[in-house]
């Protein structure tokens, strides 16, 4: 059976954002706004990480500085270690996001140690977000495929996610980096994780590089997950995963839902026309098919 409510964890101004040309601050601003109300209360502003390596995000302090705030969204960002943390907090972040990998080459390659360093050092930043009761999601990275080992053992993604959940994320978000999965294959590894972690604390954030994100939501949606991650408009990608395309676009991903009956309180309409915006300020196609048939 479907569930009667999705809720949609909007990853556009981060992962999508980090991955297109720099956009002004003041568009990064009426994009967070403009997905605010058009009823997303969950979105993903910025990233506190090295500047060096993902100068699209350098802004994110000044940007979840100057937002207007409305009142039931949750405001959260990337945090790698504790300085991002540190970031996170003085600009007064909601939540905060962990991100690691099932794949060792994948994790060296995006955050420069292996798997388990990357735990170690979470567990600072687990400490002082209890300590400040802010709440920590987490991602797991390439749990169906990565760029550079291939095929990754679903029990791995199940071993990395259980740590996750242990030292204290309320929610893990399991990517498909790179868009290999397929439906079934999908299914098989939410089921061997879903062993470990319930899928009411597990999310999915699906890329489209194959075209199959929106038919692996649908293979998942009697599992018990009650959130999946998207990008407006499909924006974006993973520097650090070549060849990955944008994330499922939320327009595309709530149209089905609505499809079913699913209610997620979001306005497509509304949202498809700040999907477009950004577009045209940066200066791209529209990667979500609702959005085009809309507009
Ligand atoms: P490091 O290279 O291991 O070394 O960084 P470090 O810790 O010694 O730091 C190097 C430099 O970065 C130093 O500056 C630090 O001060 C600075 P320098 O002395 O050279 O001038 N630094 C920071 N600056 C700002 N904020 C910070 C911070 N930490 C250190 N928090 C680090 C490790 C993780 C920081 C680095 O590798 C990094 O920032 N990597 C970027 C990773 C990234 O953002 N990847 C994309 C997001 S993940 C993703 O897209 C996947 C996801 O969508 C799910 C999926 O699709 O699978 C989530
Ligand atoms: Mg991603």
Not at 70 to 82: F, H
Request: hydrophobic share 45%.
């Amino acid at each position: 059976m479907y569930p009667a409510h999705i809720s949609i964890y909007e990853v556009g101004p981060r992962d999508g954002l980090q991955n297109e040309a720099p956009l002004h601050i003041a568009d990064k601003i009426n994009l967070i706004e403009g997905l605010a109300a058009a009823g997303i209360q969950r979105i993903e502003a910025g990233s506190f990480v090295s500047p060096k390596w993902v100068p699209q995000m350098a802004d994110s302090a000044a940007v979840c500085q100057q937002i207007t705030r409305a009142p039931k969204v949750r405001y959260s960002a990337l945090t790698p270690n504790i300085t991002g943390l540190k970031h996170a907090v003085a600009v007064g972040m909601d939540e905060i996001a962990v991100f690691t990998a099932a794949s060792e080459t994948f994790c060296q390659h995006n955050i420069h140690c292996s798997i388990s360093q990357s735990l170690a050092r979470f567990e600072a930043v687990f400490t002082e977000a209890q300590r400040l009761n802010l709440p920590v999601r987490a991602y797991v990275s390439c749990v169906l495929g990565c760029p550079y080992e291939g095929d990754i053992a679903a029990e791995q993604v199940a071993a990395v996610a259980h740590t996750l959940l242990e030292m204290g994320a309320y929610e893990v978000s399991l990517g498909d980096t790179i868009g290999v999965g397929t439906p079934a294959k999908v299914r098989r590894m939410l089921d061997t994780v879903s062993v470990c972690v319930p899928p009411a604390q597990l999310a999915l954030h699906f890329h489209d590089t194959y075209g199959q994100a929106l038919a692996n939501v649908l293979a998942c949606l009697d599992s018990g997950i009650a959130t999946i991650d998207s990008a407006v408009a499909g924006l974006g990608g993973c520097p650090y995963a070549r060849g990955s395309s944008g994330n499922l676009a939320t327009e595309d991903l709530l149209y089905m839902l609505h499809g079913l009956g699913i209610h997620t309180g979001i306005d497509v309409k509304q949202l498809a026309s700040v999907g477009q915006q950004v577009c045209q300020r940066l200066g791209i196609v529209n990667r979500s098919k609702v959005a085009l048939a809309l507009l």
